[in-house]
């Protein structure tokens, strides 16, 4: 089937959910993915922060064939061998102490909601109330699931919905003060990205997250920490809290944590594990062997080839050639971010948009995210030389001055 008829069918048969763009991909390599026709695509987003390790990582596809040949799935009553080798790893990385994992990132912060609360229940004193409201950002992005949509700020993701969980106050982004004013001892959880994604690619000040770390103590609240988009790797560290030097009681985890199959994780401290018991919580797919046994592989190749030093590297160098296109191009407003998640905000929506658009036709894969910001999520492998290619298109799409409504918008101004 070709594009076209595949759009058609999908339109007559799927929710819809999704505008997708032109380009039905059918394989990748590398940083590389190829559509139908056979063209090929630089990929600065790597499936929206998944494909770490590109397309077709040969020591991924071996682990994959092979473990797909013993056992892909067993449910959560028997005992394989790949669970308890990953929560080790990510435990020894992440400074927590126990994992459950999950399919998603939604499922793992549901469950991180779901333990402040039974925390709260468990510390709450002789018959006293428990403590139940939970604060989040404004701009934070959690999943689509009731409660991790309760905790996600646009209100144009919830209203559909409405009412969802109950409990749930949004604090003004990097505001203390804000934050101070709300945080009381009726607070079980502070719940936050600490560079956000799907908010913009911001990252939250350090004042902020000391703030956020010294309140949750005080009120015997919970700190977590989605690292859904910004951890294993992405930013530099292992995850973005690293930068912060606070420890958090709950991480989740998930994106690219198993090479492109589904898993997600959260990771929770020994205090906060206490308070879950046989029965509370469960999943019928997470954890399963395979996804498992791809992690472990996916944590050995980040550290072996030294990683995250790489990251760091080479996120210095595309955010410093982004800064210099910023000071060429007054539609550019902001340069933003920390390793290879970066972001670049436009002065209006059309122009982000146009911006993702032409770069797309040119063949490189970027996203538009919070409207007015184009996001560069590209898998860990990329290099300088692959920066130094993405760069010059940027220029020209700029130079071109394709995007008339940026200029229109700037003279309104
Ligand atoms: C920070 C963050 N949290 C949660 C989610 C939800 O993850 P999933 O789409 O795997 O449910 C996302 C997805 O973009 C995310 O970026």
Known sequence: MNL?????????????????????????????????????????????????LGYAHPAITKTIANQSKLLIHTSNLFYHEYQ???????????????????????????????????????????????RWRILALEHAFHGRTFGSLATTHKEKYRAPFAPVLPGVQFVKFND???????????????????????????????????????????????????????????????????????????VTIAKPIAGGLPLGALLASEKVSQCIHPGMHGTTFGGGPLACAVALQLLNILERQKLLQH????????????????????????????????????????????????????GVILNRTDETVVRFLPPYLITKQHVDAVIPQLKKVMEKNAIPVTAAERRKK
């Open 176 to 250: 203390v003060a804000d934050l101070e004013r709300n945080f009381d001892d009726t607070v079980c959880a502070i719940g936050f990205e600490f560079v956000q994604g799907e908010g913009g690619i911001r990252p939250v000040s350090k004042e902020f997250a000391e703030a956020a770390h010294r309140l949750a103590q005080k009120h015997n609240a919970l700190l977590i920490a989605d690292e859904i988009q910004s951890g294993l790797g992405r930013t530099g560290r292992w995850f973005a809290y690293q930068h912060y030097g606070i420890q958090p009681d709950l």
């Open 84 to 130: 308890a080798k990953l929560a080790a790893a990510l435990t020894r990385i992440s400074g927590m102490d126990r994992a459950f994992f999950t399919n998603s990132g939604t499922e793992a912060w549901e469950g991180a909601l779901k333990l402040a609360r039974a925390y709260a229940r468990e510390n709450s004193t002789n018959g006293s109330e428990p």
């Open 311 to 362: 990251i760091q590297k080479t996120g210095d160098y595309l955010l410093e050639q982004l800064k210099k296109l910023q000071q060429e191009h007054e539609g550019i407003q902001e340069v933003r971010g920390l390793g290879l998640m970066v972001g670049m905000e436009f002065d209006s929506a059309d122009a982000a948009k146009a911006v993702v658009k032409q770069m797309l036709e040119r």
């Open 4 to 52: 076209e008829q595949v759009s058609k069918l999908e339109s007559k048969l799927l929710l819809s959910t999704y505008e997708r763009y032109p380009v039905m991909l059918r394989r990748g390599r590398g940083v590389y993915v190829y559509d139908d026709k056979g063209r090929r695509y630089l990929d600065f987003l790597s499936g929206i922060g998944v494909n770490a």
